[in-house]
């Protein structure tokens, strides 16, 4: 393996990286990696195991970041197996092979499970330890069929004898299902409502005759023949195998597993089980005694054993919060690390605010009165700066909630005290309107505000920069262009970046990069459920504005409504003196063809229904001069509607506009329609949200039907997470979020609190060199020393 290096190198720099499929001087990272390992294949005593690796590298280039997280994990694990010298001494009873050894040491796998248990992702012993079961069946919750009861509530074990299905004259499908035990049978019928034979035949498939069934269920007598039947049933099919003496006796309560196909569960079964009996002992602690003891935590090798295996529902119970503790303590735990290194390593210049200064002139001229939830974050941001620890902050506010006067406020601390600030913003239409703003409230204040765009011409970006390194400007304003190599601050000392989870952690380290040490605010008006939060920004302290300027009444949102219905809306509306969005989808992922299905609406309905009114259209595919331009109009009030792409979403500010019809609403998440919604709502004008949906289904219909319940978008954001999981709903490959073997942090949202606070608390008052076992948990960053050894 001379190559060895090569590749070591290669995998540091892919790492290094973030996994962007980098490319070198001949080939990308994938290439290098396909070849090589071919070359491998073509060397190696396992040339099947290595096919399976490189079937993960020929989806490389076409995979999500953590996906080639997992990937590269996966080539160095089975390189550390191939280059491993392990002796297999068949003689030698009491050999103990590594715990990161090849698999096949494990008593009843030969070469051919472990390729199966290979495309499992299971290599080595530790690996079977840690692919924790689906769920669990108790078998001593069974009641046999001769034992049944009527009334009673309970479960019966069996396998599906026959299935008959026939159609009432009535249109009601029916489903009848034999089970049998040993001791006898029933009945099971299943209804399908406004069924035909046909839907009826391929329901009978989720039946297959001879396979296991687990049912649970209420026994009643059947009206019709007079015999014991099940109402109100749930159920799960298993595999043929499922109630063999077999797995009888190895727990009461039985692990269920995601398998691969032809890998017998009995067998994955047994595996686990010599895995655990040879390994147990060698599983030690990670998280410190005092905390275990505190949270009543099992040792970490009886958590392993029992999450398996348990002796009782209860100790189950015990292990899943054991091995759900240690995991989200682990990653808590790193996060408060990185916080207290960047607390020590980098000091920030404290910044006092003065009586009749900047910051207190501007909240005294503002023509409102700042809600108490602002004044809060206000005074939260200002503690922050007024110290010598950097700031850290994420700030939450709902649509509306005004972050923009908070933030500006921000920016003026920093002038205040002789320093520059910044604002960035993920799109161009939003930087510039908050240079408008800025313009409006300081430019009285005799402060120069300058705006940088990478649309902008070359001269006035020229002009900008002398501007910015001369300190001629106090603030800028500007999308990311703003933190390009060539841009210069004189010195820089508060930055505010607007709906932060459009920026990558790399772009505001190069931000920080601008300047010394500036204090740096990131707003979001995206809801982030807190659990999210803290798990994905666990270094940012976090500050919620959850309260929206006073008079504001609640959009009124419908769904559902015919056509006509919003159309009149619309017009009365308009007719009232005010305007109105229409908002189209994004359509398969692209901006080009939304663009043209709103290109083509717009000329519709200035053809058809409103051939009256003045209508602009706005999209992505426009120059950004020419979206100001729209956009612009519209604030003036020479469009009556605005047709419009996804591009309106963030932060967009025209308080006139009173309606939003947002079409094929089941196309958006919740958090994305709660934002296109806080498009009106902006004033204290009564406004109205119309979702409207083609041929939804009802499961979506429940789903958009949050949006007419509430307006808070907390609640939306957690019901969004709940819905569609950590990463769609932060919809970015790049998320951040960690890899979380057995934490659901929805559903493990109270031990994930606990979690944190514990590491945090450890933080402060524990020294993590005092706790090896720890501090190696949580030093594991990826790169090619793993796969050399150092
Ligand atoms: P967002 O939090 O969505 O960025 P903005 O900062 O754009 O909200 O504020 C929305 C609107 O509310 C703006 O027109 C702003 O001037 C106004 N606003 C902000 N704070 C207050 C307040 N305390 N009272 C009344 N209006 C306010
Ligand atoms: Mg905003």
Same mark, same amino acid.
């Given at each position: ?21 980098? %490319?070198?001087? $001949? ?56 280059? $491993? ?273 900047? *910051? ?12 108490? +939830? ?24 709902? *649509? ?58 070359? $001269? ?85 504005? &959850? ?85 612009? $109009? ?42 296109? %919604? ?27 039907? *949050? ?9 939306? +954001? ?14 970015? %490959?790049?998320?951040?979020?960690? &890899? ?18 514990? +590491? ?31």
């Amino acid at each position: 393996m001379e190559d060895l290096e090569l590749i070591q190198k290669a995998i540091n720099v892919e790492v290094k990286n973030k996994y962007i499929n980098i %490319r070198g001087k $001949k080939q990308y990272f994938s290439e290098f990696m396909k070849s090589h390992i071919r070359k491998i294949i073509k060397q190696s005593a396992f040339p099947e195991r290595w096919k399976t690796i490189f079937q993960c590298f020929d989806l490389y280039s076409t995979s999500t970041m953590p996906d080639r997280k997992k990937y590269i994990e996966l080539f160095v694990k089975v390189m550390k197996l191939e280059l $491993k010298k392990e002796q297999h001494k068949a003689d030698d009873e009491k050999f103990i092979p590594a715990i990161d050894a090849d698999v096949t040491y494990i008593k009843g796998v030969g070469p051919k499970v472990a390729l199966k248990l290979n495309k499992i992702g299971i290599f080595t012993p530790a690996d079977l330890l840690f692919y924790f079961p689906r769920k669990h069946i108790d078998y001593s919750q069974r009641t046999l069929i001769r034992n049944l009861q009527i009334g009673q509530t309970t479960t019966v074990f069996g396998y599906i004898k026959a299935v008959e299905s026939f159609v009432t004259p009535k249109g009601l499908g029916v489903m009848k299902v034999r089970i049998a035990d040993e001791t006898g049978s029933i009945n099971i019928n299943f209804f399908y409502a406004k069924s035909s034979k046909y839907i009826l035949e391929r329901s009978k498939r989720q039946f297959p005759q001879g396979a296991g069934i687990v049912i649970s269920g209420t026994v009643k007598l059947n009206s019709y023949d007079g015999k014991y039947t099940l109402e109100n049933t749930t159920y799960s099919i298993m595999s043929e195998d499922f109630l063999t003496k077999d797995n009888l006796n190895l727990a009461r309560i039985v692990p269920i597993y995601s398998l691969s196909e032809n890998l017998n569960i009995k067998t994955l079964r047994k595996a686990i089980y010599n895995a655990i009996q040879t390994y147990k002992d060698s599983i030690s602690n990670v998280v410190p005694d005092y905390l275990r003891e505190k949270y009543h935590l099992l040792d970490k090798k009886d958590a392993v054993e029992q999450i398996h295996f348990p002796n009782s529902m209860e100790m189950l119970e015990k292990a899943k919060f054991t091995l759900i503790f240690e995991e989200l303590f682990l990653v808590q735990l790193k996060l408060a690390l990185i916080r207290k290194k960047n607390r020590d390593e980098h000091k920030a210049l404290p910044l006092h605010i003065e009586r009749d200064g900047l *910051v207190n002139r501007f909240i005294k001229g503002l023509p409102f009165e700042l809600t108490s +939830a602002q004044k809060r974050a206000v005074n939260e941001i200002l503690n922050d700066m007024n110290s010598t620890e950097p700031m850290q902050r994420l700030l939450q506010g709902d *649509v509306g909630s005004g972050k923009t006067v908070v933030a500006c406020i921000m920016l003026l601390a920093a002038v205040e005290n002789g320093y520059q600030a910044a604002l960035m913003a993920p799109t161009e239409i939003l930087a510039q309107q908050h240079y408008n703003n800025l313009v409006n409230w300081l430019t009285p204040m005799g402060l120069s505000v300058g705006l940088f765009l990478g649309s902008l011409g070359k $001269k006035v970006r020229e002009q900008f920069g002398t501007g910015l390194r001369n300190g001629q400007i106090n603030i800028a304003v500007g999308t990311h262009a703003l933190i390009q190599e060539s841009v210069e601050f004189n010195n820089l000392g508060a930055v505010v970046i607007d709906e932060q989870h459009r920026f990558g952690v790399n772009q505001r380290l190069m931000l920080r990069k601008k300047a010394e040490n500036p204090q740096i605010l990131t707003m979001t008006a995206t809801p982030i459920p807190r659990t999210l939060a803290i798990t994905m920004n666990g270094d940012l302290d976090l500050t919620i504005i &959850d309260e929206l300027p006073k008079g504001r009444k609640p959009i009124i949102t419908k769904m559902g409504i015919p056509r006509k219905q919003i159309y009149q809306l619309i017009r009365d509306e308009i007719n009232a003196g005010h305007q109105a969005y229409i908002v189209y989808p994004l359509i398969d992922e692209s901006e080009t063809l939304s663009a043209k299905a709103a290109t083509k609406e717009a000329q519709r309905l200035q053809e058809t229904v409103f051939s009256d009114l003045k209508i602009g259209l706005l999209h992505g595919k426009l120059k950004n001069s020419e979206k100001d331009e729209v956009m612009e $109009k519209f604030k003036n009030k020479e469009y009556d509607i605005l047709v419009a792409t996804t591009v309106v979403e963030v932060g967009v500010d025209v308080p006139n506009a009173t309606v939003i019809v947002i079409e094929n609403a089941e196309r958006f998440g919740l958090s994305q329609l709660h934002q296109l %919604r806080g498009r009106v709502g902006r004033c204290d004008l009564q406004s109205y949200c119309i979702l409207t949906t083609s041929g939804a289904s009802q499961d979506v219909r429940s789903r958009l039907s *949050v949006m007419t319940e509430t307006n808070d978008g907390f609640v939306i +954001a957690e019901k969004d997470l709940e819905i569609r999981g950590p990463g769609e709903f932060l919809g970015v %490959r790049q998320s951040g979020l960690p &890899d979380l073997l057995i934490s659901d942090i929805v559903r493990d949202a109270k031990i994930l609190e606990i979690a944190r606070s514990a +590491a945090i608390d450890f933080v402060n008052s524990h020294n993590i060199e005092n706790y090896p076992k720890l501090k190696d948990s949580t030093n594991l960053t990826l790169d090619g020393t793993l796969l050399l050894g150092t």
